[in-house]
């Protein structure tokens, strides 16, 4: 089955350190992937597509500079929080999908982000 | 506007006896519909698709769910719950004429499956 890795699980970083979040399509190449945060026993909320070899979409009260997004291949893209701050800590959560309208998104398992 | 409803926060079932976790969904034309499954401290996996065809979809760990287009909803099932099937459940929708592919997902149920 469709296989999305997504580093690390867990990070614990003082307040202003920048946090890279790695999300790789294992067994399938990925043109577009998506990030998502999740709060705490609620839905996901989408931040922003993220195509490869452009720009990433960012939804509406994402920021583009506080949240990067870089999707250099076809199986890799990755999320930086930069000087991150206690009010960014959540749970972020990647996935990727097929080429394909009718294929499924497919989920890493997290990254719980805790900023002291 | 595309909207999903579960409007069940939380459903709770006896080991064995069957289950259903209900959505119902706002969108134009032919929605693309899904149902995932999320466990605690993990990301979410998908359970089963309705795209076109047969209204009722078969899927993962024996979950099914069927599609009713006049009443606009895609209710999950399983006959026999387990208690491993204690989680939280979202149902999800995407619009085909949207070239986007993102995902509008309902506010998520938590399934409580108890001995």
């Known amino acids: 089955g469709a296989v999305v890795s997504q580093h690390p699980s867990w990070v614990i970083c003082k307040s202003g350190t920048s946090v890279k979040i790695e999300c790789r399509s294992l067994?399938?190449?990925?043109?577009?992937m998506f990030w998502y945060r999740q709060f705490p026993k609620q839905s996901l909320m989408l931040m922003a597509t993220s195509n490869e070899g452009s720009k990433a979409t960012y939804e509406q009260g994402v920021e583009k500079d506080k949240f990067l997004i870089n999707h250099a291949s076809l199986t890799l893209s990755t999320l930086t929080v930069t000087s991150a701050h206690p009010e960014d800590s959540s749970f972020y959560i990647c996935?990727?999908?097929?080429?394909?309208?009718?294929?499924?998104?497919?989920f890493g398992d997290g990254t719980r982000l805790s900023i002291l | 506007a595309q909207s999903v409803a579960q409007p069940e926060d939380q459903v709770n079932v006896a080991e064995g006896n069957p289950l259903t976790v209900k959505c119902t969904y706002s969108?134009?034309?032919?929605?693309?519909l899904f149902w995932y499954v999320q466990y605690p401290n993990r990301g979410l996996q998908f359970l089963l698709k309705?795209?076109?065809?047969?209204?009722l979809v078969k899927g993962s760990y024996g979950f099914e769910a069927e599609f009713n287009k006049s009443q606009t909803s895609f209710h999950l099932k399983k006959p026999s719950a387990l208690v491993s099937d204690s989680a939280l459940y979202f149902c999800?929708?995407?619009?085909?004429?949207?070239?986007?592919?993102?995902?509008?997902f309902g506010q998520g149920t938590t399934l409580q499956v108890k001995p």
């Open positions: 999800a929708v995407r619009d085909p004429s949207i070239n986007t592919g993102k995902l509008i």
């Open positions: 996935s990727a999908r097929r080429q394909g309208a009718e294929e499924p998104q497919h």
């Open positions: 969108v134009s034309g032919n929605p693309y």
């Open positions: 309705y795209i076109t065809g047969d209204n």
């Open positions: 067994d399938f190449q990925a043109t577009t």
